[in-house]
C-alpha cells in the first residue's frame, strides 16, 4: 500500500499536501497583518540594507539590524517570514536551498533559510 491513504507515506497525499500550502499562506497573511506599518517599513529597509553588503545571508542580521536601529519587534516576529518572501518576488534575494541554525537565543538554533543577495555593492579597492 502506498497510495495516498498510506500512514507510512504521508507525503503522497496530495490533498493535505494542498491543504497545508493553503495553511500555510494563511498563517504568512495573518502574520503580516499584525505587524504595524512602521515596523513593516524599518524591516524593509533592513533586509535591503543587509543584501547590498553581504553576498548570503539569514534573517539573523536583519534582526541585529533592526535592533542596532532600536526598533521594537513586531507582536508576531512570524512577520518577517512574507516580508522575506517579497524581498525574493522584488529580486532582491533569492533562497539558495541550504539552511544555518540559528544564532539568536529565542529561535532555539532552529534552521534558517539562507539568501543570495541580487543588490550585493561590490566595493572596489582602488590602488593608493
Not at 43 to 61: I, K, M, Q
Request: with cysteine; aromatic share 8%; glycine share 6%.
Amino acid at each position: 500500500m502506498s497510495g495516498p491513504d498510506d500512514p507510512l507515506h504521508p507525503e503522497n497525499n496530495r490533498d493535505k499536501l494542498r491543504q497545508g500550502e493553503l495553511f500555510k499562506a494563511d498563517g504568512m497573511r495573518r502574520a503580516e497583518m499584525h505587524a504595524p506599518v512602521s515596523w513593516r517599513g524599518y524591516a524593509e529597509l533592513a533586509v535591503r540594507y543587509v543584501a547590498e553588503r553581504r553576498e548570503r545571508f539569514t534573517t539573523d542580521p536583519v534582526w541585529s539590524v533592526l535592533e542596532s536601529w532600536g526598533v521594537a519587534m513586531p507582536p508576531e516576529p512570524r512577520a518577517l517570514g512574507p516580508l522575506m518572501k517579497a524581498a525574493c518576488v522584488w529580486g532582491w534575494c533569492e533562497p539558495t536551498g541550504e539552511t544555518h541554525k540559528s544564532v539568536r537565543p529565542d529561535c532555539h538554533r532552529r534552521p534558517l533559510t539562507v539568501y543570495r543577495s541580487h543588490l550585493l555593492v561590490r566595493r572596489l579597492s582602488l590602488p593608493v
